[in-house]
């Protein structure tokens, strides 16, 4: 599980919140309360400590239901079981296939075309214009893109 796939699970939630700051994740009840801060890089859930007072002081909301508690506990499990490097987003590129043209950046439309320009149109149209290794190493195998990725520069996105 992904840190971003934690955080949108326990946000997904009404019992509980998440938010992440650096490197470290918190964990809220719904009023609020830090029920736990922790490392996106955790490696046992028993390193996790909890503050479990809420469940004395705060009988009115809805983390006080030990199913949800639970719940709680499965989806950190799931996170926590995660190799560490797999919990980060894959880095993405750009494809640059004219050295000194900065319209020239291969982007793939959300329908799966391909056409080239510049890096602004990300925000464009819901446009693709870094790609993930895997994504590039497919590419170079499609005989329909006319590109050669000997003279093509990828650069690492910002």
Do not use: H
């Not at 955080?7 to 009840?29: F, M, P, Q, V, W």
Request: glycine letters at 6%.
């Amino acid at each position: 599980m992904k840190i971003k796939g934690l955080i949108d699970e326990i946000n997904n939630c009404t019992s509980y919140k998440a938010r992440i700051d650096g490197k470290l994740i918190y964990l809220l009840t719904s009023s609020e309360a830090c029920l736990a801060t922790f490392s996106c890089d955790v490696n046992y859930l028993s390193d996790i400590k909890f503050n479990y007072r809420f469940l004395d002081f705060e009988p009115n909301v809805k983390c006080y239901d030990l199913g949800n508690f639970y719940a709680l506990l499965n989806l950190i499990n799931n996170f926590v079981n995660t190799p560490i490097e797999k919990r980060y987003p894959e880095k993405k590129y750009t494809i640059r296939t004219i050295s000194d043209s900065n319209d020239s950046y291969l982007i793939r439309t959300a329908g799966g075309n391909y056409f080239f320009g510049c890096l602004k149109m990300r925000d464009s149209y819901g446009d693709q214009v870094s790609f993930t290794k895997d994504e590039i190493e497919e590419m170079k195998l499609d005989d329909g893109l006319a590109i050669d990725w000997d003279k093509a520069t990828i650069e690492e996105d910002k």
